[in-house]
């Protein structure tokens, strides 16, 4: 009980209020329009948050470095992830073709992270890439916006805190947090958002009404922590 309480005391208390979280979900299949995120990565967890995004109605551009494997995610998208999800009425009422046309791709990073609101990173738990990553997004938004740039990076890193993801960032390191969703997010609808010490004071706000605006459930963190939340729970479950 004593290690639950620990966990407990790193979460923030706007997210404590089961039945306010209820009320603001929108689930709405308008929440995105005229909006646009991007995914950089079309694996498993790209292919999930473009279904997420999509089915809100945010414009979802998919971002890899290989052309071949963003038409096989389109691909898988298309003839087996989205119909599976509106058999079971998790699209939000959309037709399949209106959620799928909202999917784009791209091998060109500028192409991909221009105009967006979000960027959600989704590659490989591997910290040096992630690195890499997060410092060629931070580079490529500050050539388009400079330091001003309101675009909010976030990674679905399971462990790795943002700390140490923004370790090699020259520029926009305090635009970055982790969204960690629980897999499968369209069954468990609940998202880990966990800040660093340099994030700026909007962008955790920002990222929670996004998230409610996909139909998760954000957990937000007061502070970094290894694990974040869910494993640290199951872990303290487990002993």
Request: glycine fraction near 6%.
């Amino acid at each position: 009980m004593r290690r639950i309480q620990h966990i407990a005391n790193h979460l923030d208390p706007i997210t404590e209020n089961v039945a306010e979280c209820n009320a603001t979900i929108s689930n709405s299949k308008q929440a995105g329009a005229g909006k646009k995120v991007a995914l950089i990565g079309s694996g498993t967890i790209g292919r999930n948050w473009a279904v997420l995004f999509s089915r809100a109605g945010y414009d979802v551009c998919m971002y890899d470095i290989k052309a071949q494997q963003l038409q096989t995610a389109l691909k898988e998208l298309k003839e087996v992830r989205i119909p599976l999800l509106s058999k079971y009425d998790m699209l939000f009422g959309c037709d399949v073709d209106a959620v799928f046309s909202r999917i784009t791709t791209t091998t060109d990073l500028q192409t991909a992270v221009k105009d967006c609101i979000l960027i959600q990173e989704g590659v490989p738990e591997h910290l040096e890439l992630k690195q890499s990553v997060f410092r060629t997004l931070g580079n490529a938004l500050y050539s388009l916006y400079g330091e001003q740039c309101s675009t909010i990076l976030s990674s679905s890193s399971s462990t790795l805190i943002p700390s140490k993801l923004i370790a090699k960032m020259r520029h926009l390191q305090g635009n970055v947090l982790v969204s960690h969703p629980v897999n499968p997010p369209m069954a468990i609808p609940v998202v880990e958002l966990c800040p660093s010490q340099c994030l700026k004071a909007n962008m955790m706000a920002r990222t929670k009404t996004i998230m409610q605006s996909i139909g998760l459930r954000p957990c937000a963190m007061k502070k970094e922590a290894e694990g974040f939340i869910v494993n640290r729970l199951q872990y303290g479950l487990l002993q």
